[in-house]
Nanobody, 125 residues
């Protein structure tokens, strides 16, 4: 059974940092890409970053480039997203998901099948 469990969200001041974790079970991150998405109430889910299976190539939405870093620990079967210089607009629920379709862009939520339960990130002074 595939399971993805996010952790690491919380309340942080603008300019601060958080590290999100996505612990995977039932799959090997050697073979599957894991993406991070975020969503605010009433808005569409937005792709934030992806680390691909295999060579671990990384991808980011423009708004987080230079501030967020996605990485993985294959021994722990866990994906991380280090978020630095956080802004108010980064406030959202963050989800990790397993990518299974490659006919669309990496940021298309339809290309992912299993999703975690989400973790709230709030950036506020």
């Amino acid at each position: 059974q595939v399971q993805l469990v996010e952790s690491g969200g919380g309340l942080v001041q603008p300019g601060g940092s958080l590290r999100l974790s996505c612990a995977a079970s039932g799959i090997s991150l050697r073979y599957y890409g894991i993406g991070w998405f975020r969503q605010a109430p009433g808005k569409e889910r937005e792709g934030v970053s992806l680390i691909s299976g295999g060579d671990g190539s990384t991808y980011y939405v423009d708004s987080v480039k230079g501030r967020f870093t996605i990485s993985r620990d294959l021994a722990k079967n866990t994906v991380y997203m280090q978020m630095n210089r956080l802004k108010d607009e980064d406030t959202d629920v963050y989800y990790c998901a397993r990518r299974t379709a490659y006919s669309s862009t990496w940021s298309d939520p339809g290309a992912y099948d299993y999703w975690g339960q989400g973790t709230q990130v709030t950036v506020s002074s």
